[in-house]
């Protein structure tokens, strides 16, 4: 092939994936695959979703399982098998462009409708079905077992099936559609480091303008929210303050505050009052969450833009919190403030944030946050050192004002004592 023919094509080929960019259903990111646990993040456990990892060995154990569960919806909706296996079929070459071309390569048609139709039913049975209460179907010894497993898996980056097919099925089984929002508002609920949090964020729902790609994202969105209309956070300088610890933003005087739980991830504020405050979402932190908040950066990473249309939203909350930890000192601090709550180690969670910060895109709000704290130390910066030198040094200071009112209580005794007694 000539060179021009072939450097026109490689163009027109690279316009038209750009162009589905926000649709498509992304391979995690090289630069975010972090040391040796990499694949926790990445590769599901226990059930495959879509072609990336379909047919692995250690995957199988599900295939009959999403058998059962296309036959119950099937049969519990009216519809045969057949009359739903064949409209997935009618949108396949649509469904297939949702992924990049290699691992769908060696489908056929069928094959890959097969698949669709298959991975699709389990899914929106494991959504519309309380497992431990009335379906004998999943609530087996495989996915009683599996149950945390089962919601890391379906939130990862590669597993995901395309909205289009989840959207098709629902037209079949109507049922399923009004219990998708309060799944993904309960999946959210994860995050909250309380568990009698009130649900104070808008509800989900699939009849808005914001169409998601997939389940994910759709998450995604729930958890981050949309910026309010006419709000555009301020520009920053083009100058940022080397990164601050947790213990350092406390020894200038900026507090760290949990904002409430109804906050999304985006309103991330440092306020200039007496000092300073700045103010997070609290987060809970387990294996499971911390591989959604994993993916959602990796979805940000592959379809987000730059500014003033900025989504690195999740990054820049992540990138917060790791530039918050410099040592196991710095993650006690954020769990006395109710920033983070996690049944890691403090040694776990610094090297978890610090670690994935360092391979995460910063957004605008990261940014401005940085900026802020600059703006804060220059404006500051008397106060600062006498309140440093306060903070620093307040038990010494304690301990010779104690110190001092004993000795002038002794000397005080002392003194009432050698006076002469005055006479009657």
């Not at 994202?217 to 729930?222: A, I, N, R, S, T």
């Not at 406390?250 to 200039?272: C, D, Q």
């Not at 387990?286 to 987000?304: K, R």
Request: glycine share 6%; net charge neutral; with cysteine.
């Amino acid at each position: 092939m000539p060179i021009q023919e072939k450097v026109t094509m490689m163009t027109e080929r690279l316009k038209a994936d750009f162009s589905k960019n926000e649709t498509k259903i992304h391979r995690f990111p090289q630069g975010l695959r972090i040391g040796c646990q990499a694949d926790r993040y990445i590769a599901p456990s226990v059930v495959a979703l879509g072609p990336y990892h379909h047919g692995q060995p250690q995957l199988q154990q599900m295939e009959e399982v999403k058998h059962a569960a296309a036959h119950y919806l099937c049969n519990k909706s009216g519809h045969p098998i057949e009359e739903v296996y064949s409209k997935i079929l009618s949108f396949v070459g649509e469904a297939r462009s949702c992924y990049t071309d290699d691992p769908v390569a060696k489908f056929s048609d069928a094959d890959f409708a097969v698949m669709m139709f298959l991975d699709g039913c389990f899914l929106l049975y494991y959504i519309s079905t309380d497992v431990e209460k009335e379906c004998t179907l999943l609530a087996n010894r495989v996915c009683l077992s599996t149950g945390p497993c089962l919601l890391r898996d379906i939130f990862l980056l590669e597993n995901q099936l395309p909205w289009l097919v989840l959207h098709v099925l629902m037209t079949f089984f109507t049922y399923v559609a009004p219990l998708v929002p309060p799944f993904i508002e309960d999946m959210a609920s994860y995050f909250n480091i309380s568990s009698h949090s009130e649900k104070t964020k808008p509800p989900v729902t699939l009849e808005g303008p914001h169409k998601p790609p997939h389940l994910l994202g759709l998450l995604h969105h729930y958890e981050v929210g949309s910026p309010e209309p006419g709000k555009v956070e301020e520009n920053f300088g083009d100058e940022y303050p080397s990164p601050t610890s947790a213990i350092e933003l406390a020894e200038i005087g900026i507090k760290l505050t949990g904002a409430s739980n109804k906050a999304w991830l985006v309103n991330m504020s440092h306020r200039r009052r007496v000092f300073g405050q700045l103010s997070l979402r609290p987060l809970f932190l387990n294996d499971i969450t911390a591989c959604w908040l994993v993916n959602m950066a990796a979805f940000e990473t592959c379809t987000s833009t730059s500014y003033p249309k900025d989504g690195f939203v999740v990054c820049s909350y992540l990138c917060i919190l790791g530039m918050l930890v410099d040592k196991e000192d710095d993650v006690h601090e954020l769990r006395a403030k109710h920033i983070v709550r996690s049944l890691f180690s403090n040694k776990e969670l610094l090297v978890f944030l610090k670690g994935l910060a360092h391979h995460l895109r910063p957004g605008h709000h990261y940014f401005v946050i940085l900026s802020k704290i600059g703006v804060y130390k220059r404006h500051r910066s008397v106060r600062i050192l006498v309140y440093k030198f306060f903070y620093n040094h307040y038990k010494t200071i304690v301990a010779l004002i104690s110190l001092v009112s004993v000795l002038v209580g002794i000397f005080q005794t002392l003194a009432s004592l050698k006076q002469p007694a005055q006479p009657k």
